[in-house]
Structure formats: structure tokens, C-alpha cells
């Protein structure tokens, strides 16, 4: 080899090392990717931290709501800092806190323990209260499969048109609106408006389920509002056609995540059929017989849910803390095998 040539071979390569050991060293390589915690009232938390053109982003999803922009991210000798306003009600309760001073994030075991302050809202006495949530880490998503290879197993019904057996209030301390009622499961709450808290409980199954294909039919009345959770984390949106929740909040949408094609729900006081396939974290949503989603990556949990873990199976969850709903003939076919784009 002539010295000509190997020195134009290390001009070539020396600074592909060199930007791959600065990637290396970026202050806040090991906190990248997405984190599940479990809030001091059990409701979920998210967060997710990217690079993007050389710089840290992060998201932050708390109990309810949408995952939104955190701020002044900084990494520093193995802590992470930020901050995002939040104001939430721990249960569901009156009482409101809201989070004060920079959020605090250090690694451990390969767990992120997060550590802020909160107060509660309109109290001048109250003392700041020092918290500490335990971060898992969420898997990378898996490739996108080819849903017309996936098999399914017979498909069984969620209700038996008689009773509630099979599904539970998800807090036990909520009222139970709930009833079947001709064979239809009915929600009977006086709540109206589009508050993400309500004094009625939430419906779930007792099973847990994996990637499964959910037929369902839902009516919402005038302006109603309720929701379909998706292994207790992905909400598919249930909510009258002409209210003002439209596009990624509308009918279709998986609530914040995934805005749906169109607008195809028929108004309010009128059945909807949904037709939602989960599989490998992707999601294709039909409503009234059009496909509005089309086996689209699920980035993370919907606000509302009951976990954060997109790894772990879950039940089905019937939002009831909203609006009066209606939903019959609720069936499911559970994924028993599947197969890669390729076939194999």
C-alpha cells in the first residue's frame, strides 16, 4: 500500500470516528429512549427522550391529556434536568397539585429515578412535597407486521348480555354507572362536559389481553364523550361526530396519538361500529366499514389509562368519568401466530 493512498485513507476515516466519538459522548446518550412510571395515585406517567439534530427533546405525558414538549433539558454528570408545568388531581380528587421547580432524573439498576416537588394549589401554608417515581424502560417498538399474515383465534364475547361478570370498576372507591340493560352495556352518568375527571368509574375486563382484533359497537349521545382503551393504555376515541374534538382528538383518532383519515362516525344518538387491531404495537382502526388508521405505530400510552408499559399485556377499559355512552356486541379474536413482512 503507498503512503499516498493510506493517508488519504485515515483523511477518510479519521473523521468518521470522530463524529461517531462525539455521538458516544453526548452528556445524555444513556437516558435516550422511553420510560414508564407508576404515579403515587397508581395512574401512569411517560416520558420520552430523543436526540434530534444534536440536540436532547423530550415529551412528558402525567396521569391525563397528551404527552407535551418538556423544557430546559439539560444532561450533567449523570443527572438530567427539566421542567414542564403540570397540574393534576392525585385519584381523581379535588385537591390540586402542581409540580414546582426543575424535574431531577439520575440513573440506577437501569432504572431512571425521577425526583420533583409539588405543592398543593391555593394553600399558602402547604409545604412542598418531595417525590420519587421509578422509571422503567420501555422497549424499542417492534417492525411493523403484515396484518393480513396474522392469525387469529375464535372470536369470544366480552359480555354476556345479562350482568357485569367478567369486567370490574377499575377504582372501586368511583360510582358504578354502569348496567346491561337488553343485552346493551350502558354508562348512566349526569357528567356533561369533557373534564378528564368525573365522578363515575371506569370499566375494565378481568382478563388481560396481548395483540387481539376488538369488534365493538358504540352509541354517544349529543356532544357525548367516553373512550375504548386498548390493553388499558391506547384510548380509541369514542365521541359524538359533530363536537368539538376533531382530528387527532375526534372520532377514529387514538386520543393524542394518531389522527384518523376522516371524519366517518355517524351523530350523535346513532350506533358506530369499530373494528381495532393491535398487533406488535401497531395499530389499524375501522370505523363504519372505513379503515381510517392504517397499521400505524403507537408511540406511547394515551393520558387516562391505567399503564405505561407498552411491553405488558392489559384490559380492555370502558371510559366512564366522561359522558353517558352505550356499547353492545363487544367480541374479541386474539393473535395466536404471527409472521414477519417476509413470510417467515
Not at 64 to 76: E, I, W
Not at 189 to 206: R, V
Amino acid at each position: 500500500m503507498s503512503t499516498v493512498y493510506l493517508f488519504r485513507l485515515v483523511a477518510l476515516i479519521l473523521p468518521l470516528c470522530v463524529t461517531t466519538c462525539r455521538a458516544a459522548e453526548q452528556p445524555w446518550s444513556e437516558f435516550q429512549g422511553a420510560w414508564a412510571f407508576v404515579l403515587p395515585d397508581g395512574n401512569p406517567a411517560w416520558l420520552k427522550l430523543v436526540e434530534s439534530d444534536s440536540q436532547l427533546t423530550g415529551s412528558l405525558l402525567w396521569s391525563v391529556g397528551s404527552a407535551r414538549p418538556v423544557n430546559s433539558l439539560r444532561a450533567d454528570n449523570g443527572v438530567l434536568t427539566f421542567e414542564r408545568k403540570v397540574s393534576w388531581r392525585p385519584s381523581g380528587e379535588s385537591v390540586v397539585k402542581n409540580v414546582v421547580g426543575p424535574f431531577r432524573a439520575v440513573l440506577h439498576d437501569g432504572a431512571l429515578r425521577l425526583t420533583f416537588e409539588q405543592v398543593t394549589a391555593n394553600d399558602e401554608d402547604a409545604r412542598p412535597e418531595q417525590l420519587l417515581l421509578i422509571g422503567q424502560p420501555i422497549p424499542p417498538p417492534p417492525k411493523q407486521r403484515d396484518i393480513s399474515k396474522v392469525v387469529f383465534g375464535d372470536s369470544v364475547s366480552l359480555l354476556n348480555g345479562k350482568d357485569l361478570s367478567g369486567w370490574r370498576l377499575s377504582n372501586p372507591m368511583k360510582k358504578n354507572g354502569w348496567s346491561v340493560q337488553n343485552g346493551v352495556l350502558v354508562n348512566a352518568t349526569p357528567k356533561q362536559d369533557f373534564g378528564a375527571y368525573g365522578d363515575y368509574g371506569n370499566l375494565i375486563t378481568e382478563k388481560l389481553f396481548t395483540d387481539f382484533e376488538l369488534t365493538l359497537e358504540y352509541n354517544v349521545p349529543v356532544n357525548g364523550n367516553s373512550g375504548i382503551y386498548l390493553r388499558g393504555m391506547y384510548e380509541a376515541q369514542v365521541v359524538d361526530r359533530d363536537s368539538r374534538m376533531q382530528g387527532i382528538h375526534g372520532p377514529g383518532a387514538i386520543f393524542g396519538r394518531i389522527k384518523p383519515s376522516k371524519n366517518v362516525a355517524n351523530a350523535g344518538g346513532e350506533w358506530n361500529t369499530y373494528v381495532l387491531t393491535l398487533v406488535d404495537r401497531h395499530i389499524t382502526a375501522v370505523l363504519n366499514g372505513q379503515t381510517v388508521i392504517d397499521n400505524q405505530l403507537l408511540d406511547g400510552c394515551t393520558g387516562g389509562g391505567i399503564q405505561a408499559n407498552d411491553s405488558r399485556p392489559g384490559p380492555i377499559f370502558l371510559q366512564g368519568d366522561h359522558t353517558a355512552v352505550k356499547y353492545r356486541n363487544i367480541r374479541l379474536r386474539p393473535v395466536v401466530s404471527e409472521t414477519d413482512v417476509s413470510g417467515r
